[in-house]
């Protein structure tokens, strides 16, 4: 027996409010903390289990593993226990009592004040393990570390903010948790409670988990093999939500998922889910990918970057491979030609399921490219050979849909106009900037629907997705504008005041030649008097913009303005050029016009306080000032 002085030590402050959180506010689902405790054993074993492949003699005699549940009924103590990979001191500390790797941190700021959907954040986080202080008046956890020669660890809290822990008597590896149950919670004393919670949410569990009689005889709960392991006619949806559910974390249902059995040249298991709401972290960099990796059914390693690309790193599943070594190390996956075409077998299983989605569901793909849209448009710069998947299911607002709902490519081509030949998009900081701009007047005019490309990341998109269905993508703010046989008039009369105004335009050109590459009489306005377009192979306004947030260089490059020869401020201008050319108020009129065009589009002016002076100036005189 040990006499050594417990060591008290306090949690850290986030764990001391979660605690307090956990005890006191959270009161509704309580047995979540079973399934919690039971899927924690479950990967500690998983450690043990891929610890041991190179070293078989860490397991001594105890090579069968196991998950022991047992309900001492006189001290209302109920007890979990597995032989896993166990714990040192240090890891105890690291694990428990601080938040370096729970995500107590993350949890607590994700909190929404309601209760249920507060409590369902747990586990998701990482933080399963303080759900076991809704029921609990004390826990005590005595645990020994896998192929450590030195002493276990008896740790022990009431949940008040403080811990202790010392050495121990346990001579084998695992970890035992003694659960010392509030009188209020007693039912999970009573074996039908237990075995209820552990069919319900651990059936799926790998390895056995025996619930042990008052007698000592063992009752496995969950006989079947891996749920991935069974054969598809024989699972439930419900388990196929229960299982999602457990390698997430999540509460929600999964939106679809895909269950495959591969024969052949490979023999490989897949089961893979789409989610339905994105993880907080997905963005984050490093970001765990949402696949696991068997051999054979032994556990080899969580978040397997290497059986997905990044741009579906929000998938959650399973992968069971026969043909991988059982000692496959991340070094080797990534050079391993097994591996890659499992890779490449199941990016296109995933991509079928989210395109069978967007056919079967709408409304939940829609949910989907919400959560995850923005993500998956990544594939357009790291997926070229799945470039037409990735085309029949990418999403974006569109002129004629509501806000926050989305228009795919293959809808947009079905209600083309009769005689439009290309797909228009414009891109901007957000769909209020889309809609307010002066390029998209023709567009309004003429019932021409324009995709609003809006995502940051839409603009490396545009360079990818540059056709579709033998059509091409035209922004609507760069280049000469051509609407073919929909723009015959506007054409007609572009031709006419070409002539009209060529000489206002090459003074226009001549006076703000620091700014303008060119002057021209365009058919894309309706409304405003002038608009300034890109040349075909220059930087875009948003794009200019996206990279100066960034702090990245950007060329200098000067920009078109397009004049409307039908609007008054320009017809009254060419007047006063014809009247006098040599005015010297023109230059300002020409600044004020290339300042405002500026500002329609949502970019900045160089020099505010000049265009302000302009302005009231000119005021001044219409006022009679």
Known sequence: MTTQ?????????EVKQLLNLVIHSLYSHKEIFLRELISNASDAID????????????????????????????????????????????????????????????????????QKKDMNLIGQFGVGFYAVFMVADKVVLTTRRLGESGSAVRWESSGDGAYTMED????????????????????????WTIRN??????????????????????????????????????????????????ISHAEENPLAWSHNQIEGALEYTSLLYVPGKAPYDLYYPERKHGLSLYVRRVFIMNDCKELLPNYLRFMRGVVDSEDLPLNVSREILQKNAVIQK??????????????????????????????????????????????????????????????????????????????????????????KAAEGSPHLEVFRKKDIEVLYFTDAIDEWVAQSLTEFDGKKLVNAAKGDLDLGDLSKEEKKQQKEAKGQYQKFMKDFE????????EVRVTTRLAESPCCLVADEGDLGANL??????????????????????????????????????????????????????????????????????????????????
């Open 5 to 13: 002085t417990p060591q008290k030590m306090e949690f850290q402050a």
């Open 47 to 114: 450690k043990a289990r891929f610890e041991s492949l190179t070293r078989l003699e860490l397991l001594g005699d105890d090579a069968t593993f196991k998950i022991r549940v047992e309900a001492d009924k006189d001290k209302s103590i109920l007890r979990i226990s597995d032989n896993g990979i166990g714990m040192n001191r240090e890891e105890l500390v690291r694990n428990i009592g601080t938040i370096a790797s729970s995500g107590t941190k993350k949890f607590l700021e994700q909190l929404t004040g309601d």
């Open 168 to 191: 121990a008597d346990k001579s084998s590896r695992g970890t035992e948790l003694e659960i010392h149950l509030k009188e209020e919670d007693k039912e999970f004393l009573e074996d």
């Open 197 to 246: 919670i552990i069919r319900k949410y651990s059936e799926y569990i790998a390895y056995p988990i025996a619930l042990i009689d008052k007698d000592g005889k063992e009752e496995v709960l969950n006989a079947k093999p891996p749920l991935w392991r069974r054969s598809k006619s024989e699972i439930t949806a419900e388990q196929y939500h229960e299982f999602y559910k457990h």
């Open 342 to 431: 499992i890779s490449q077998a199941t990016t296109k299983k995933v991509l079928n399921l989210l395109e069978t989605l967007s056919k079967e569901d709408a409304e939940k793909y829609a949910s989907f490219w919400k959560e995850f849209g923005a993500v998956l448009k990544e594939g357009f710069h790291m997926n070229w050979e799945n470039l037409d998947e990735l085309k029949r299911l990418v999403r974006f607002e569109s002129s004629r849909m509501q806000a926050d709902k989305y228009r795919g490519l293959q809808d947009y081509v079905v209600d083309m106009k009769e005689g439009q030949k290309d797909i228009y998009y414009i891109t901007a900081e957000n769909r």
């Open 510 to 517: 001549e006076k703000m030649s620091a700014t303008l590459k």
């Open 544 to 625: 200019e913009r996206i990279l100066k947030m960034t702090n990245q260089k950007v060329p200098d490059s000067k920009r078109i303005l397009e004049i409307n020869p039908d609007h008054p401020i320009i017809q009254k201008l060419n007047g006063i050029f014809e009247a006098d050319s040599t005015n010297p108020k023109l230059a300002d009129w020409y600044g004020v016009l290339v300042d405002q065009a500026l500002l329609a589009e949502g970019s900045p002016i160089p020099e505010p306080a000049a265009y302000v002076s302009k302005v009231n100036k000119f005021l001044a005189e219409v006022l009679g000032g």
